[in-house]
Every structure is written in C-alpha cells, then in structure tokens.
C-alpha cells in the first residue's frame, strides 16, 4: 500500500496478538463494462508465532462485498479492528456513499492506531510520512441499476503541526482494474495474458494471484477466491476459503486473540499503467 500503489510491510507489537496484512494480494479487474472480478488469497499469517492458516478476505456487507489490506487489521491493543468499523457503517445506500460513511467512520480510530504505530514502530511511521508507506486500504464492490461497480480508497498519513492527519486518496475507477496489498505481480501477470484471460479468466487470476504468492510465499498463499459480477449479479467463480457467506452485522462476534490478514503495495508496471483507462 504507498502512494504508487504497492509496498509490503509489517509490524508486531508485543503482548496481545495483533491481526495485520503481512502481504495481502487483492485485484479488482473490470476489462470491459458490466463484468467486474473481485479476488483475493487466502493466507493469514499470525504475528506473533508467525504461523499461517486460511483465511477468507472477501467480506459482505448486506449485499456489498469488500476487501481490505491493513498494517493492522485487528489490533486488540488500540481496540482497531477493520471489521467492526466497516459494520458500523451499515448497508444502506450507494457503494459511493457507503465509502464516503467508511472514510468518516474510520479516521479517528486510525489517527490513533497510526499514532501506537509511531511509538511502537517508528521505522515503519517513518515510511507513513514519508508516503512509501499506507496504513490502510479498502475496495467496495457491488450492484448498481443492474451494473457492477466499485470503489478504492487509500488512506495515507500526514502531519499538520506534528498532528496525525489521515489523507483518503480515492482511486480513479480506471480499466483494467486496480488492486491492494502486494497486487502488482498479480496485475501484471493478467496484463500480459489478455487472452488467456479472455478464454478463462479463473485460470488466469489465480495464476495471477500465484505470482504475489511466489514474491511473498509466507504472506500471500491459496487458496483463492474469485467473484465476478456481471448484470445478472455476483457470482462466485471459485470460493476459495469463503466458503460460507461472510455476512457483517451491527456485532461481530469473534475472538480478538485471532490473528488475521496484512499487505502490500507496488506501482504498477509500465504495461500495467499504459492500459489503464477510465470505467463509465
């Protein structure tokens, strides 16, 4: 996550286990209108221990699905926890105003985790301000008048007289699509195999997806989970580990003790870049 698009960090903090992207890889491809694909890995890597498991990081909100890579997904400590702010916004309205309720609600909980980070990692704040670096990045995808659409968000960290700011930088809805985390090796694979894509676009992700997971094998790993939406609706291609509906409520239930999810960030390659064009 970083001002041009992909940059792999990590951060432990002692005592409590914290739940961060270590290397998240998701996409978001829209090649052509009204087909749009949602994937990601599925390897959660714990802090502490430094054990990985699988882990399903597409999550619903009513009918809107979203993804996020963060330094700290779930962080006990601070009480941050990606999850229950994106619940507290709740399912109402357009994927633009679900965003615009998502960018208010978190921005004080992430001054506040971003300033734990800069007492406790100062190393990894340092890239913050220097814009190398994000704390945060989130993608809401979902059905609009009979068409998909979606949203990025980036969250960068500034300072205004030595006080924590929280810059959102939305993304352009551009095509071929975008991506979080450690997406670059993933989007740059599907940018070089168009027509693979064209004849199985499952095929061609995941094979995507696999080169994240070859830059980053302890990070980013199967199993993956591809959604496509088209007129007809989403549609799971391939589940993946969300192999049961991963609904959001007003409460989540879970144990804090559960370590989860973090990413990374990269620019795009020049192929990657020259292609992108704006969606309708």
């Known amino acids: 996550m970083s001002s041009i698009k992909h940059s792999l960090f990590a951060f432990a903090l002692v005592a409590t286990p914290i739940q961060h992207s270590l290397a998240t890889s998701v996409l978001v491809i829209e090649m052509k209108a009204d087909i749009v ?13 430094g054990q990985t498991s699988p882990f399903c990081k597409i999550k619903k909100l009513g009918n809107v699905y979203w993804a996020a890579a963060s330094n700290s997904y779930l962080n006990p400590n601070t009480g941050f926890d990606v ?16 965003m615009q309720r998502f960018i208010k609600a978190v921005n004080e909980p992430l001054e506040r985790e971003v300033a734990a980070i800069e007492r406790n990692e100062p190393t990894e704040y340092a890239h913050y301000i220097a814009g190398t670096h994000d704390p945060l990045e989130i993608v809401f995808v979902g059905m609009e008048k009979g068409r998909p659409t979606w949203a990025v968000t980036r969250f960068f960290v500034k300072l205004d007289k030595d006080h ?21 090796p993933a989007g740059d694979y599907v940018i070089d195999h168009l027509a693979d894509f064209a004849l199985n676009p499952t095929k061609t992700i995941n094979q995507g997806l696999q080169r994240a997971a070859d830059a980053d094998p302890t990070g980013v790993g199967r199993p993956f989970s591809v ?14 580990e969300c192999k049961k509906p991963v ?11 559960t370590d989860a999810t973090v990413s990374p960030a990269m620019p795009p390659s020049p192929a990657l870049a020259a292609s992108l064009v704006a969606c309708p």
Not at 37 to 49: I, P
Not at 165 to 184: C, D, K, M, Q, S
Not at 227 to 240: A, K, V, Y
């Open 37 to 49: 694909y949602l994937a990601a890995d599925g390897l959660q890597r714990q802090s502490l221990s």
């Open 227 to 240: 959604l496509r939406f088209t007129s007809s609706g989403p549609r799971w291609l391939e589940r993946g």
């Open 164 to 184: 924590i700011v929280i810059a959102p930088l939305r993304e352009p809805r551009v095509r071929p699509g975008t991506g979080l985390g450690l997406w670059g």
């Open 83 to 98: 999850e229950k702010i994106v619940a507290s916004i709740g399912a109402t309205g357009t994927i633009e105003s679900m």
């Open 247 to 257: 609904v959001l409520q007003d409460k989540i239930k879970r144990s804090a003790a």
